[in-house]
């Protein structure tokens, strides 16, 4: 994704130029430079939001049409005296449109699809793959039996699909428990995924997890309010612990890392005392 | 619960978002946060009201996403030419240019056009779709109705339920003149049986030949006159031997 030309106050000398020419009679070309520029920015978000292709292309026109509309209104906001990049201010402009789609279209609108909204194929995939940790030439053979028509590049693009909508701490789990497989059994192996929510679970251990969403919300409100804010950009949001370090102004890594630790431990506790009250009333 | 149970826990909760509120931030802010352009002085109030604003907090870390972004989305060529073509629309902003008196012009011929349509009988919800309207002007109607209030909910069976084969589905009406798509599903996701339908019931067919004790999921899709769809949620259930 080629970025602007950033100077001193963040608004680069193309962006201007950019904006300049999306404000004049004949914008049409700065229109298709601009998509030349964003477009995979817009499509990226979308698919966030929308694991269907045909309907993260909607999303993706949906998103366009509101850009363009009233002469580019919306993309003339930008303040180029401002410190932001232009890049990441569309990246803001961008999410509300498609959240605006998502409601408009679904009446809520939800990221992160769930792997149960995923194909069949995709989903068998991803038992066998992430669940069960079989290797992809495995999961090929033993899946043949049922598709006859199987190729290894369709196996390939179905982890691929599935490994998009783990959040980048799931992903990190999975590197993890693959690495202590590995060292468990001395031979590269790729190990399961035991700890992943199961979301091809029954109606029973759907309210499980349910119930222990619950808890955890409980628990988190007597955190502190920091401490609440580390976990939640750590676990629900995956942001790396560099960026962390960065936004909450805690200077370096390992220092956010061990103000992470400390409100698991927090979380933990109430968690277990929630847990133990519950244990007694019953 | 161990402690990676917790943090993907959170990673689930994290799927639906709040609304926009009037204290969010806004886009030149979140954006300039992200960044770490602001002041300690602006910088407080942002990470307060991020602590928990879930539609915020998915603000951040969808810039995140975008930022870390390895892979270039493919992008086919027709979406992008449909995309480079609304360029081509005449901007809204000539308008700006007419003169005072075609303007005014406008005014009085929407003014007039609203008070004669307002003259015509709308139908009335919940009449006999076939019989009443036609499929454009349920559109309408449709177009009218909030989205975000209509949910499609299946009645019967209740989540879990066991039922005997023969046993009536039955799901709320989404008004307006549409159909519904009804799916029965196997515990692994196979699709085993669907069916357009006009009305809201439908008698599970003995001959569905569903195994006692498996579990399965039902599923209703609404398809609305402009061509979306409302879908309910997969309901669970199991099926009993024929009594």
Redesign the interface.
């Known amino acids: ?1 080629q970025d602007d030309l950033t100077n001193d106050n ?1 608004s680069g000398r193309l962006t201007v130029d950019l904006l300049h020419r999306l404000s004049s009679a004949d ?2 070309p700065a ?2 430079e601009f ?1 030349d520029r964003y ?3 817009i ?3 979308a ?2 939001f929308e694991y269907r292709q045909d309907r993260s ?1 909607e999303c ?2 949906y998103v ?2 509101q850009l ?5 209104r919306r993309l003339l906001k ?2 180029t005296k ?4 232009f890049k ?2 569309l ?3 961008v ?2 449109l498609c ?1 605006d789609w998502h ?12 792997i ?1 909204a995923l ?2 194929f995709d ?2 995939v991803y038992r066998m793959v992430i669940e069960q940790g079989m290797n992809k030439e495995v999961s090929f053979q033993m899946l043949r039996a049922d598709f006859p028509d199987l190729t290894r590049e369709l196996v390939e693009s179905a982890v691929i699909r599935v490994y998009s909508l783990l ?4 992903r990190w ?1 999975v590197t993890i428990r693959n690495r202590r497989g590995q060292l468990a059994r001395g031979r590269f192996s790729e190990d399961s995924v035991q ?3 199961d979301p ?1 679970t ?3 251990a759907q309210a499980q ?1 349910q119930q ?2 619950e808890t ?2 409980d628990a988190m409100v007597f955190l502190p ?2 401490q ?2 580390l ?10 612990l560099r ?1 962390i370090a ?4 805690l200077g370096d890594t390992n220092r956010a890392w061990r103000h992470i630790q400390a409100a ?1 431990k927090a ?2 506790e109430q ?1 277990h005392e929630k847990k133990s009250a519950e244990t007694r009333k019953n | 619960m161990d402690i990676d149970k917790h943090t993907d826990l959170m990673a689930l909760q994290s799927a639906e978002l709040t609304e926009r509120t009037p204290f969010c931030p806004d886009d030149q802010e979140i954006a300039e946060y992200y960044e770490g352009h602001l002041a300690e002085l602006e910088h407080q109030p942002i990470e307060r009201h991020l602590t928990d604003c879930r539609f915020c907090l998915a603000r951040i870390g969808m810039l995140n996403r975008q930022q870390d972004a390895g892979s270039t989305p493919r992008l086919s060529e027709e979406l992008l030419a449909s995309a480079k073509r609304l360029a081509h629309k005449p901007p809204a902003r000539v308008l700006k240019r007419v003169p005072a008196w075609a303007a005014a012009a406008v005014v009085v011929i929407s003014v007039f056009m609203i008070m004669n349509s307002r003259q015509q009988p709308l139908p009335a919800l919940g009449t006999d779709p076939a019989e009443e309207i036609s499929t454009e002007e349920s559109s309408s109607q449709l177009r009218r109705i909030d989205r975000s209030v209509m949910n499609l909910n299946v009645l019967n069976p209740a989540p879990g339920e066991a039922i005997s084969p023969g046993s009536l589905v039955r799901w709320a009406e989404i008004p307006g003149n549409i159909h519904y798509n009804v799916f029965v599903l196997s515990n692994a996701g196979d699709v085993l049986w669907t069916q357009r339908l006009q009305g809201t019931e439908w008698n599970m067919k003995e001959d569905l030949q569903l195994v006692a004790g498996n579990e399965y999921f039902l599923r209703v899709e609404a398809v609305l006159p402009d061509g979306g769809t409302l879908s309910s949620k997969h309901t669970a259930f199991r099926v009993t031997d024929r009594q």
């Not at chain 1, 401002?82 to 990049?85: G, M």
């Not at chain 1, 409601?103 to 769930?114: I, K, N, Q, S, W």
């Not at chain 1, 960065?246 to 102004?249: H, K, R, S």
């Open positions: 994704m963040g914008a049409g229109w298709v998509l477009s995979a920015l499509l990226h978000t698919n966030q292309s993706f026109l366009c049409e363009n509309e009233d002469g580019f930008f303040n401002r410190k932001a990049k990441t201010w990246g803001t402009v999410f509300n959240v409601r408009r279209e679904f009446g809520r609108a939800t990221l992160l699809p769930a149960s194909p069949a989903r068998v959040t980048p701490r799931q789990n700890h992943l929510p091809g029954g109606p029973e997890i222990d969403i955890l919300q309010a920091r609440r804010l976990l939640r950009l750590r676990f629900q949001e995956g942001l790396s960026k960065e936004l909450t102004q698991l979380l933990f968690v």
